[in-house]
């Protein structure tokens, strides 16, 4: 529990929300500022400020709870399919630092659009790799 944390708020109740599920280490509940209806954050009930320092295992619960409420999520908000999202530092669109997974219902019809993808320049797309594999190590 991080007392300046919003989320850790909402999961011991001090914020309210609407709560949309809840195990022993997962909270789910729905972005009060959605992309549409039903934009649900899944988080770990541990605080974590992103997701580089959530251990592996906390992760992939997240991940196991995405699985099993975004089918729920997409049906009750007669929604087609979904986007996943998790933004990785303020320059990725974090705004909160306590790890979570957005679920966002998406139909062909709600006006969102996706970023457009933009080219590389001559030779480029292999240097970016070579530098990424320099990196991985
Ligand atoms: P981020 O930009 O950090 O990936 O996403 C944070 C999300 O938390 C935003 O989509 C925002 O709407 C949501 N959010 C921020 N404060 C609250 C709150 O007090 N209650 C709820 N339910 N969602 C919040
Ligand atoms: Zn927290």
Redesign the pocket.
């Known amino acids: 529990m991080n007392n300046d944390c919003?989320f850790c708020k909402?999961i011991t109740g001090v914020?309210p929300?609407q709560k949309i599920y809840e195990d022993d280490k997962v909270f789910a509940?729905?972005?009060?500022?959605p992309v549409n209806p039903g934009h649900t954050?899944v988080i770990p009930k541990e605080h974590f400020k992103n997701i580089m320092e959530t251990p592996p295992e906390i992760l992939c619960n997240l991940v196991k709870v995405v699985q099993k409420i975004a089918p729920a999520i997409v049906k009750a908000t007669d929604s087609e399919g979904f986007n996943v999202g998790i933004?990785t530092g303020s320059s990725a669109?974090?705004?909160?630092f306590h790890t979570?997974i957005?679920v966002m219902p998406r139909r062909s019809d709600d006006g969102r659009a996706l970023w457009k993808g933009k080219e590389y320049g001559e030779g480029e797309i292999e240097e970016t790799a070579e530098k990424i594999k320099t990196a991985i190590g």
Request: charged fraction near 5%.
């Open positions: 919003i909402i914020i929300a509940f729905l972005d009060i500022n954050l933004n669109g974090q705004v909160i979570h957005h």
